[in-house]
């Protein structure tokens, strides 16, 4: 029997072939995007440095109070794949992270836009825990979500855009925005005031001086015919494809800066809170104990539950962080995933954790800056 003699090129092509196969194959499913996200690890950061104040005296040496952040990326079949042969990870769906019809391409703005609130929240907060009477004012309705081919996105309009009237008519909250265009008839052309936002690659949000746009609104279907707001009923005539917030100023007694470039979301707004605290007072919040902080906070002091707390809890763990303070409701998470020494603090308000950080040899509250009245 013959046998054919593979000459050194034959042989080589073989391999090769295999080899440019593979590389294809894994190319096709680097690209091959899948609407699951996965929430991983990320880091511990000690908050006190990165918050800047002026026109109030501040605490030369801060204890260490850290925010915790994860890691959320967009998956693809590879991977995918990949991530089956890792640990300390959670999934979770696009529809857990944006609202039927809101495009993927928002979430990053979303997040930002979340973390100005959480520092509005913070700084409100803190100064109120500190003796201040800060008043909060409306201020217009902030778009949080633009869906798609709606009048808003032919208009232009982005997350965190800030709609001031419409018609000439004052809008100062989003049931106000929601009540002035559920009434129009379809196909109405309205000139709305907004003030436009810019986010900067690093998650900075500024505003610029209000603006006219123009949109024509369409007619809703049968089924979102009606709407609720404030615990009112509002019929829908028409809409713009937009969700919004109630836009609020807080006239502060200083200027605060806190660098939390490319990060997003609101889970560390307790964090910030207890920061500026412990910036703006005398003595150590803390008992001078390292601690890990996760928690959202609203303008009035209430601490909200977060994602991924079960990947933070394993950062916190290879910190030197001896508590991780997280939402009551998540206790049982945190603990599932803490290192042996790693105290797990429940809390829903600020105040409550105030009282813990006292019950581990934390001193009291004595502000630095005599407290007095910010003006408008």
């Excluded at 803390?286 to 933070?312: F, Q, R, W």
Aim: charged share 15%; with cysteine; net charge positive.
């Amino acid at each position: 029997m013959a046998i054919e003699a593979l000459t050194p090129r034959s042989y080589l092509r073989r391999p090769l072939v295999v080899v440019v196969a593979v590389i294809a194959l894994i190319f096709g499913l680097s690209h091959w995007q899948l609407s699951t996200f996965v929430i991983t690890p990320g880091n511990a950061t000690n908050v006190p440095p990165l918050i800047k104040v002026d026109s109030l005296q501040t605490n030369k040496h801060p204890d260490q109070i850290m925010l915790v952040d994860v890691y959320l990326s967009q998956l693809n079949v590879w991977s995918w794949l990949l991530s089956q042969f890792q640990s300390h990870q959670e999934y979770v769906t696009i529809h857990e992270l944006l609202q039927p019809g809101i495009p993927v391409n928002q979430l990053d703005a979303q997040g930002f836009l979340q973390m100005q609130d959480a520092k509005q929240a913070a700084e409100v907060s803190a100064l109120r825990a500190l003796g201040w009477k800060i008043p909060l004012r409306p201020s217009g309705a902030i778009v949080t979500g633009v869906f798609s081919h709606s009048p808003a996105a032919k208009a232009g309009i982005h997350v965190g855009d800030e709609f001031i009237s419409v018609n000439s008519t004052p809008v100062t909250n989003a049931c106000t925005l929601l009540q002035a265009i559920a009434k129009l008839p379809a196909s109405t052309v309205i000139s709305a005031e907004v003030k436009k936002v810019k986010i900067s690659a690093k998650g900075a949000l500024s505003w610029s001086g209000a603006s006219m746009v123009h949109l024509t609104t369409n007619a809703v279907a049968k089924s979102q015919s009606s709407d609720s707001c404030g615990g009112e009923v509002i019929a829908r005539s028409s809409y713009i494809g937009v969700s919004s917030e109630d836009g609020v100023r807080s006239p502060l007694p200083a200027h605060f800066t806190i660098n939390t470039n490319y990060i997003g979301g609101p889970s560390a707004g307790l964090a910030m809170t207890l920061s500026l605290i412990d910036k703006l007072s005398a003595g150590s919040l803390t008992g001078h104990t390292p601690i890990a902080v996760s928690g959202t906070m609203d303008l009035y002091g209430n601490v909200g539950d977060v994602g991924g707390v079960a990947e933070k809890t394993v950062a916190v763990s290879a910190t030197g962080a001896k508590y991780f303070i997280v939402p009551q409701v998540e206790v049982g998470v945190a603990r599932a995933n803490a290192r042996p020494g790693l105290k797990i603090i429940g809390v829903t308000t600020l105040q409550e954790a105030l009282r813990a950080l006292r019950a581990i040899g934390g001193g009291p509250i004595r502000p630095l800056s005599s407290p007095v009245s910010a003006k408008n």
